[in-house]
T-cell receptor
């Protein structure tokens, strides 16, 4: 079993839809959770960062962490064609420089 | 602007040849990483370095080699021993603690011809 599981998609939605992207994990020691966005043939860029449980909002993006269920989510409101990309979750336990990545979910937003 | 520069963007290699991928950062980060990305497999760690003149193998180090002679530079050599080298290679750096995330370069696409 992988430490981090992420549905590869693709997830195809119409412009303006609310998108929900999710990851599950098995290591209860994880405390730092991130979402990266990767456009085709580009490097991943850090989109959202959260510590421990709770929600964090940044514009149209909301990151949610439920440590009791070992489940994290990224919500995108009013999705745009420019949001079409692969979204990778990543997480880390404390006192380490290692990030564990999900395999990524490919999102397509059509006009 | 601070960032990570990977070069070249595209690289073609004949079978049996070694090639070196460049990675330079001006973020003053201590740690640097090399990942390989294949469709459907996510990011796989090849090598990482937490300090100059020191580096450790990742999950798929066979057929690869690295050096870390300067803090800013972490080149990756893909040797002829790597059986399936065609992939997208990503370099990343961090301050040395994963909780702050990594900064990635724009990647090098290596194709064996």
């Amino acid at each position: 079993q992988k430490e981090v599981e992420q549905d590869p998609g693709p997830l195809s939605v119409p412009e303006g839809a609310i998108v929900s992207l999710n990851c599950t994990y098995s290591n209860s020691a994880f405390q730092y959770f991130m979402w990266y966005r990767q456009y085709s043939r580009k490097g991943p860029e850090l989109l959202m960062y959260t510590y421990s449980s709770g929600n964090k909002e940044d514009g149209r993006f909301t990151a949610q962490v439920d440590k009791s269920s070992k489940y994290i989510s990224l919500f995108i409101r009013d999705s745009q064609p420019s949001d079409s990309a692969t979204y990778l979750c990543a997480m880390s336990p404390p006192n380490t420089d290692k990030l564990i990545f999900g395999t990524g979910t490919r999102l397509q937003v059509f006009p | 602007d601070g960032g990570i520069t990977q070069s070249p963007k595209y690289l073609f290699r004949k079978e049996g040849q070694n090639v070196t991928l460049s990675c330079e950062q001006n973020l003053n980060h201590d740690a640097m990483y090399w990942y390989r990305q294949d469709p459907g497999q996510g990011l796989r760690l090849i090598y990482y370095s937490q300090i100059v003149n020191d580096f450790q193998k990742g999950d798929i180090a066979e057929g690869y080699s690295v050096s870390r002679e300067k803090k800013e530079s972490f080149p990756l050599t893909v040797t002829s021993a790597q059986k399936n080298p065609t992939a997208f290679y990503l370099c990343a750096s961090s301050i040395g603690e994963g909780q702050y995330g990594y900064t990635f370069g724009s990647g090098t696409r290596l194709t064996v011809v």
